[in-house]
């Protein structure tokens, strides 16, 4: 079994650039290293497109994020914030899934507390090579923050 990497720093989340109009909304889209960035890559070949107000952000494996990073992307300027690991039992570190649950349910605790509607965080998984299943999660995603009048 593979060690999950040390927590990624605050400072990985860039500022968002404000020069989007109020109706879109920024998300900034953690993927693992592995299977769901695969997904990524698989819809640029495909060339599927999704919003162009989500910035993905390559960690080795969600099991590294932390409460507080998930935060910082909120105020970043993030409207959301969207996690997309490997499936569970296709882990390259075993146990980066179990422990990105963990994370994301602390998390969402949090900004719920701060405000955040439950449909501003969203943990999923995504095959390696699923390009149209990563577009389908980053649609459904940003279709449930189109009614967001809150934070």
Known sequence: MMDVPNTIERE??????GDFSKEDKKVI?????WNAYSGL???GVERSSYAAAVYPLKV???????????LKAFEKGADGVLL???????????????RAEEVFEEAQK??????????????????????????EK?????QGLSGNQEK
């Open 84 to 98: 997309l690991g490997c499936p569970p039992g296709e882990c390259h570190f075993e146990f980066g899934n179990r």
């Open 12 to 17: 990985t989340i860039p500022d968002l650039p």
């Open 110 to 135: 949090l900004v719920t507390l701060l405000g955040y509607r439950e449909e501003q965080l969203m943990l999923d998984w995504v095959g390696a090579g699923g390009g149209k299943e990563f577009v």
């Open 138 to 142: 980053v649609e459904q995603f940003m």
């Open 29 to 33: 889209l953690f993927t693992c290293n």
């Open 41 to 43: 890559e698989s819809a």
């Open 60 to 70: 080795i494996c969600l099991g590294q994020l932390s409460p507080g990073i998930i």
